[in-house]
């Protein structure tokens, strides 16, 4: 069974960086999968942040873009969002994902103070 645990959350003071990793378990052939970071803040709907594919570019949403990198570690089966320069709009819990598989990691508390 595929499991995702995320870890790496916290409370950051704005213009802070944090990094999070979603270690995968149960999964093989880890390197083949598109592999996504979501966020929900609260009373808002989930948010596709960012995505990585085997090959290309990633892809971010406008808000993050220039300020976030996703990135992945195929002997590792670990993922990483690294956040920089972070704003309190990016207060949310943060999940990964392997949407093929339609797995969900428990999610990672990340708070940006003004």
């Known amino acids: 069974q595929v499991r995702l645990v995320e870890s790496g959350g916290g409370l950051v003071q704005s213009g802070g960086s944090l990094r999070l990793s979603c270690a995968a378990s149960g999964i093989s052939f880890f390197s083949l999968y598109v592999l996504e970071w979501h966020r929900q803040a609260p009373g808002k709907q989930r948010e596709l942040v960012a995505t990585?594919?085997?090959?290309?570019?990633?892809i971010y949403a406008d808000s993050v873009k220039g300020r976030f990198t996703i990135s992945r570690d195929n002997v590792k089966n670990t993922m990483y969002l690294q956040m920089n320069t972070l704003k309190p709009d990016d207060t949310a819990v943060y999940y990964c994902?392997?949407?093929?598989?339609?797995?969900w990691g428990q999610g990672t508390q990340v708070t940006v103070s003004s």
């Open positions: 990585i594919i085997r090959e290309g570019s990633p």
């Open positions: 994902a392997v949407p093929a598989r339609g797995r």
